[in-house]
């Protein structure tokens, strides 16, 4: 079965970490480019970060910059998504999807189903 499967959310006091993973099963990760999205209650969802297949490039939007890392282990099957310094407005589910490049507009291919963080006291 081809799928992605996430792990890693729960409840988070804020400054508090996770680590989300993405694991691949039914297919090789190596050359896709894998993404973190999230959706908020009643908010849209966005894309936060994203780790080339090619070179292992790696971007992230301006709100988490400095506080999640993004890295990939192939000999895993995995993609990681270290969150640090935790605040309230990174509650949301937290997605992975794979596709061929961080950059464009080429549907995914693959998605997760999801899993959710909460950062509260």
């Known amino acids: 079965q081809v799928q992605l499967v996430e792990s890693g959310g729960g409840l988070v006091q804020p400054g508090g970490s996770l680590r989300l993973s993405c694991a691949a099963s039914g297919f090789t990760l190596d050359y896709y480019a894998i993404s973190w999205f999230r959706q908020a209650p009643g908010k849209e969802r966005e894309g936060i970060s994203c780790i080339s297949g090619s070179d292992g490039s790696t971007n992230y939007i301006d709100s988490v910059k400095g506080r999640f890392t993004i890295s990939r282990d192939n000999a895993k099957n995995t993609v990681y998504l270290q969150m640090n310094s935790l605040k309230p407005e990174d509650t949301a589910v937290y997605y992975c999807?794979?596709?061929?490049?961080?950059?464009?507009?080429?549907?995914?291919?693959?998605w997760g189903q999801g899993t959710q963080v909460t950062v509260s006291s």
């Open positions: 999807a794979a596709r061929g490049d961080c950059s464009g507009y080429a549907p995914y291919d693959y």
